[in-house]
């Protein structure tokens, strides 16, 4: 009996290994036989939570974190959140297709799916660049094997430091710059310039620094204790709405609709409407929106998207929760 179990092991552990292999050089056939995707598109993976777990829902933002824009050859994953290669798989989408990998600062949500991703790419011996502020790579938000500082062996991708200075030469005629932007650890938005066209992405970031209510009182962002559900800028960081100034596409991560404590380091609809106001900004996409409110009601999305467009008459995106694919 026991000899017989073993031989049964033995072969057991042998089909896994092969199969295993089969796994691996399919991950890397999917390398060597990358599409062509002819149009250009920016795609957000659906959301896997569901409205009754509780554990995942109280005051985790990550849900709705992350996306794919694709711009010519260059197809770049913006802040892979906690949970983002499941969702991004679950939504079809090859990870080996990836070219660059773009982590605005290092918070979790934004970036802890990283090393997962990279992993990926490793073992499909892809080539990769990965883009972030050196704090990522000093808090080892990315480990220093997945970033190639310390690789046990020869990989194929190089990490890159930014800050508001930088100018990144993608693939056919895309250049990349950044704006360091208002958040609690460095954080960078960015633009992607080129076939005549500017896409730009606001990560997690203030604007206003004070407020006018609506009774005449001035109010200092980081004073607010609640929320205020008015207010005229006083004062604002103008450079942060200079820098997406003609936008074909603006990402743009909004926190919640009226001013509130989280106004200091995440903004509010109230600020994302100031800073397109007269700026010439062709459509919006509605990104990194707090899942809580959805999740409760699924109009809200929609909701915040016509608001803008009410106001302004600007196309604006809003996210479901099967994701969204959007033609650029």
Not at 89 to 116: K, M, P, Q, R, Y
Request: charged letters at 25%.
């Amino acid at each position: 009996m026991q000899e017989k179990l073993k031989f049964e092991l033995i072969e057991l552990d042998k089909k896994r290994l092969e199969i295993r292999n089969n796994y691996k050089n399919a991950l890397i056939n999917s390398v060597n036989n990358r599409k062509l995707y002819v149009k250009d598109y920016i795609l957000f993976p659906k959301t896997l939570v569901s409205e009754d777990n509780y554990q995942l829902r109280y005051g985790v933002s990550w849900h709705r974190n992350g996306f794919v824009i694709k711009v010519g050859s260059n197809i770049i994953v913006v802040d892979p959140g906690v949970d983002f290669v499941l969702r991004l798989t679950e939504s079809g989408f090859n990870l080996t297709d990836i070219t660059h990998i773009v982590i605005t600062h290092a918070h979790l949500d934004h970036a802890s799916a990283a090393n997962t991703l990279m992993d990926f790419m490793i073992r499909a011996k892809a080539s990769v660049q990965i883009i972030a502020p050196i704090s990522v790579y000093e808090t080892k938000v990315i480990s220093d094997f997945h970033s190639g500082i310390k690789a046990e062996f020869p990989i194929n991708h190089r990490a890159i430091t930014i800050d508001e200075t930088s100018e990144i030469k993608l693939s056919d005629g895309y250049i990349m710059t950044f704006v360091s932007l208002i958040h609690s650890v460095p954080c960078y938005g960015f633009k992607i310039t080129g076939n005549n066209k500017i896409y730009t992405h606001l990560s997690d970031t203030s604007y206003s620094t004070k407020i006018l209510t609506k009774n005449n009182q001035e109010i200092i962002i980081k004073d607010i204790k609640d929320y205020v559900e008015e207010g005229v800028t006083i004062d604002n960081h103008a450079y942060i709405k200079e820098f997406v100034t003609g936008s074909d596409m603006l990402i743009a991560n909004v926190d919640s609709f009226m001013y509130t404590k989280n106004s200091k380091t995440h903004l509010p609809l109230l600020d994302l409407i100031e800073i397109i106001k007269n700026n010439d900004v062709q459509n919006v996409i509605l990104s990194h929106v707090n899942p809580d409110a959805e999740l409760d009601n699924e109009k809200w999305g929609e909701k915040l998207a016509e608001y803008i467009f009410q106001v302004y008459k600007i196309k604006t995106y809003f996210i479901e929760k099967s994701g969204k694919e959007i033609e650029l």
